[in-house]
């Protein structure tokens, strides 16, 4: 059971506004980039159990280079799949949700943020990170986005 709300999610994500850019570092208010972010907001709501390491070292354009889902795949063992679509305001995706992007016409997702009030969303990116609309920033707008939500319930245990 998890033991986090949504709003403490946002918070969390909003108290890293401001922390510089730096690949793989996970440092609030040192240093942080886009999956070093949503990794740290996630484990220290809880939500990632101590000792999980989620991210490890890659290079900046690893997406031109794999055809492997990785970013996906790691995001997912965290939370599941609720929508996909482009990115657009009408787009349905709640506060606390992870929010991934295929961005700089990469095939594979290579960027993702956290969802406060959808198109609203905290991403990582140089030099900072921010507070960005989804329907309008250069990385999200008109981008296949996929929203996957820690509160949802696997489809395994919906099933009766």
């Given at each position: 059971?998890?033991?986090?709300t949504r709003?403490?999610?946002?918070?969390?994500?909003?108290s890293w506004i401001?922390?510089?850019y730096?690949?793989a570092?996970?440092v609030?208010g040192?240093?942080?980039?886009?999956?070093?972010?949503l990794?740290?907001?996630y484990?220290?709501c809880?939500l990632?159990?101590?000792g999980d390491q989620?991210?490890e070292?890659?290079?900046?354009?690893?997406f031109?280079?794999t055809?492997?889902e990785?970013?996906?795949?790691?995001?997912?063992?965290?939370?599941?799949?609720v929508?996909?679509g482009?990115?657009?305001?009408?787009?349905?995706?709640l506060?606390g949700c992870?929010?991934?992007?295929r961005?700089?016409?990469?095939?594979?997702?290579n960027h993702g943020g956290?969802v406060?009030?959808?198109?609203?969303?905290?991403?990582?990116?140089?030099?900072?990170v921010e507070?960005?609309c989804?329907?309008?920033h250069h990385?999200?707008a008109?981008?296949?986005?996929?929203?996957?939500?820690?509160?949802a319930?696997?489809?395994?245990?919906?099933?009766?």
């Amino acid at each position: 059971m998890i033991a986090t709300t949504r709003e403490a999610i946002m918070a969390e994500a909003r108290s890293w506004i401001g922390t510089p850019y730096h690949k793989a570092a996970c440092v609030k208010g040192a240093g942080v980039d886009c999956c070093t972010l949503l990794w740290g907001v996630y484990k220290n709501c809880g939500l990632i159990p101590e000792g999980d390491q989620i991210v490890e070292r890659y290079s900046h354009d690893w997406f031109s280079n794999t055809d492997t889902e990785k970013y996906l795949f790691r995001a997912m063992r965290y939370a599941h799949k609720v929508a996909e679509g482009v990115s657009y305001p009408t787009l349905k995706a709640l506060p606390g949700c992870l929010a991934l992007v295929r961005s700089s016409t990469s095939k594979l997702f290579n960027h993702g943020g956290i969802v406060m009030r959808w198109p609203h969303l905290i991403h990582a990116v140089d030099p900072q990170v921010e507070l960005a609309c989804a329907s309008t920033h250069h990385l999200w707008a008109y981008h296949n986005v996929l929203i996957l939500d820690p509160f949802a319930k696997k489809e395994e245990e919906v099933k009766p």
